[in-house]
């Protein structure tokens, strides 16, 4: 048998291992996200920047729920420009580094995807999901005509491999995953936080200045897992699963379900930054004991045993 190897190409982005943290919950300073690559973690994902800078939302911007958080933060960031140093910065580290980053129209995409191109990111995850600027921009995620247009404008600005970042606030998952392959996406993210809403019983009105927020943690587990699962039948691109991880467990299922990697966020807030490197050593031990020596032998694998299942179930109906 050969050697085990943890280590993933997706999509032409080449990692040590395909477990990265979400966009988002440690922003983007690099000596940050250097800790997360530190901690074992196979490269890191920037909070999502934009073409000029942003405050966000007014706080409260994030409250603890039952089996996770809610956030309406907003978008806040310092504008493409300052991103720039900061991603040399990562680079300079030695760390894999995927851009997170959106626009409020198709050229203020390419723009920012040019820029973060140049400035050295190794792959770019085009945000079409932030459920928390749906009434300022509408959401691109839901939108398949326009995700197709903006993801072909931005393949057109960058030789990087391009991550589409969907939404799980959708009817049909598979078909906008489906116009951002035919928008050349070279794989997609799946799935951003899903839309809710939190009360405060003593003020009798909604905890977060923005009313709703954008649901992760534990709790968006099974429907994010879905939604890989979909995807990952729709697409021939590679998907990247999100949502609810935090143990090696979860990582499993994912891949299982069809991601060739895993982004973890929220977790980080309850488990610490050493959650990366548990999840990267509790994978390498399941490989081991399972006989896999790489993972992209894990992948789908899950939809291949539905077949059986889905057969057996067919002989036996024969039978009766
Ligand atoms: O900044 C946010 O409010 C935010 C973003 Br950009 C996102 O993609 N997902 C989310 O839950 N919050």
Redesign the pocket.
């Known amino acids: 048998m050969s050697k085990l190897s943890l280590a993933v190409d997706v999509a032409g982005l080449r990692l040590r291992n395909p477990v990265m943290n979400a966009?988002?919950v440690l922003g983007m300073s690099p000596p940050i996200l250097k800790r997360v690559y530190d901690s074992g973690a196979g490269g890191v994902v920037t909070?999502?920047v934009g073409p000029v800078p942003r405050t966000?939302?007014q706080n409260p911007?994030l409250v603890r729920v039952s089996c996770g958080a809610l956030?309406?933060?907003?978008?806040?960031?310092p504008g493409a420009d300052y991103y720039v140093e900061e991603i040399k910065a990562l680079k300079e580290m030695g760390v894999p580094t995927v851009a997170?980053f959106?626009g409020g129209s198709v050229q203020e995409f390419a723009d920012v995807a040019r820029k973060l191109t140049e400035a050295g990111a190794d792959a770019l995850e085009l945000?079409a999901?932030?459920?928390?600027?749906a009434d300022e921009m509408g959401m691109l995620a839901a939108d398949a005509g326009n995700l197709e247009r903006v993801t072909a404008a931005v393949k057109n600005e960058t030789r990087l491999p391009v991550f589409v970042?969907l939404s799980p606030n959708v009817t049909n998952i598979k078909t906008v995953a489906k116009a951002a392959e035919w928008g050349g996406a070279d794989a997609i993210t799946a799935v951003?936080?899903l839309m809710g809403i939190a009360i405060d019983v003593n003020f009798r009105r909604p905890v977060l200045t923005?009313t709703t927020?954008?649901l992760?943690g534990p709790a968006v587990k099974p429907v994010a897992l879905r939604c890989v699962w979909e995807v990952s039948q729709a697409v021939e691109i590679p998907v990247i699963g999100c949502g609810g991880i935090a143990t090696w467990t979860d990582a499993v299922e994912y891949l299982l379900a069809g991601a060739s990697a895993v982004e973890v966020g929220t977790a980080v807030m309850t488990h610490g930054f050493e959650v990366y490197g548990e999840i990267v050593e509790g994978l390498g031990a399941y490989m081991a004991e399972n006989g896999f020596s790489r993972v992209e032998e894990v992948v789908g694998l899950a939809h291949d045993a539905g077949r059986d299942t889905q057969s057996k179930v067919d002989r036996c109906s024969i039978r009766v």
């Open positions: 966009a988002g909070k999502s966000g939302h911007t956030n309406a933060m907003g978008l806040p960031n997170s959106f945000n999901s932030c459920p928390n600027v970042k951003n936080t923005n927020g954008g992760s």
